[in-house]
């Protein structure tokens, strides 16, 4: 098993930066990729970004250049630098854990991130 937590999150002013943080704790072994996905009141959930194991990143259109995925594979953590925030960004932020490539899937709680105009 694995489980994952994540931090971050908060009230921020349009314009503004966040960083959020995922770590995984347990069973890590064969982790191959962390991902963060996104979920706006009403709305479903959507990817942010993802990065494997060798360091490869995948964004949503809409966030590339905004945001930035980043690994720290000693650690087992993840982080997602996000800037230039606006209201429509607003959403719980949940972090994605893969083993062997999707063969399991685990995820944590979800982390508000509030961006007021």
């Known amino acids: 098993q694995v489980q994952v937590v994540e931090s971050g999150g908060g009230l921020v002013q349009a314009g503004g930066s966040l960083r959020l943080s995922c770590k995984a704790f347990?069973?890590?072994?064969?982790?191959?990729?962390f991902g963060w996905y996104r979920q706006a009141p009403g709305k479903t959930l959507d990817l942010v970004a993802d990065v494997n194991m060798y360091g490869r990143t995948n964004y949503s259109d809409s966030m590339e250049g905004r945001f930035t995925v980043s690994r720290a594979n000693a650690k087992d953590m993840v982080y997602l630098q996000m800037s230039s925030l606006q209201p429509e960004d607003t959403a719980v932020y949940y972090c994605?854990?893969?083993?062997?490539?999707?063969?399991?899937?685990?995820w944590g709680s979800g982390t508000q991130v509030t961006v007021s105009s």
């Open positions: 994605n854990v893969k083993i062997d490539w999707g063969r399991s899937n685990y």
């Open positions: 347990g069973n890590t072994f064969g982790i191959t990729s």
